[in-house]
């Protein structure tokens, strides 16, 4: 089967260092109450409960 039809989920690594973040295992993210500046998030993929072990950055930019 292609991507579309397996299953997906992300396990966060480490969190943005300041505000109240949360990652959804579907992929989704909340993120508030974080002072302006730069921030990231760090995590991996697994697809059908396998990962590739390569580790994702995210890179968030608050008010700049």
Do not use: M, W
């Not at 500046?37 to 409960?49: A, I, L, R």
């Amino acid at each position: 089967p292609d991507d579309n039809e397996k299953e997906v989920r992300l396990e966060l690594l480490t969190s943005p260092s300041a505000g109240d973040f949360t990652l959804y295992e579907h992929g989704g993210f909340d993120f508030k109450y974080a002072p302006d500046g730069q921030y990231q998030f760090t995590y991996k993929v697994y697809k059908d409960g396998i990962t590739d072990d390569v580790i994702k950055t995210c890179v968030l930019n608050v008010g700049i």
